[in-house]
């Protein structure tokens, strides 16, 4: 996320013959630099302690399942910042609800950045292969963080997509007389690039 919204609201009212549901909730939310961050900030009593409990769990429902649905959603933080109770119709499940449609709705209104996993690659080929081997990362969307050369052996380490990764073994044997070895490890999350 890029850029939240502030004062959303969000009124759960469902009706349906017995017991009703009712939950209102005001949340802001922004961009985080930890997973997911939930605080509270309701005077007065106005929401119970166990009321802002369903409103985060409904927060993390929304984020595991994303706006769009399947693509869960990181880097969060969502501050409740008013709400109100009905003295019948208010219930955890009513809140738990209201927190994740809430929620739903902030985050299809915020900018949003999508973020894939990408590895850190070490490939060490001959230096004669280097300036192919540089241009098949590029093609793949990698970038360059490092390169040294040693008697006749050229080391590149870069940050690549691990989407593209797949079938990079037989392509680096291709353009090196199977030569050329490399060196995967997990280097978390960027932004996706096109």
Known sequence: ???????????????????????????????????????????????????????????????????????????????????ATHPKDSSEMAFRTAGRFALREALRASVMTLLEPVAEVTVTVPAESVGSVLGDLAARRGRVTDQTTRSGTAVVSATVPLAELFGYASRLRGRTQGRGTFTTRPSGYEALRG
Do not use: N, W
């Not at 939310?29 to 106005?46: H, L, N, Q, Y």
């Not at 769990?57 to 969502?78: K, M, Y």
């Open 1 to 83: 996320m890029t850029k939240g919204v502030t004062g959303l609201l969000h009124r759960h009212v469902k009706q349906d013959g017995g017991a009703g549901q009712f939950a209102h909730v005001v949340i802001d939310v922004e961009p985080a630099d930890d997973e997911f961050v939930f605080e509270s900030k309701v005077t007065g009593g106005r929401v119970p302690q166990e009321y802002v409990r369903a409103v985060e769990a409904g927060c993390r429902d929304a984020l595991a399942e994303g706006p769009l649905g399947g693509h869960p959603v990181t880097g969060v933080r969502v501050t409740l910042t008013d709400g």
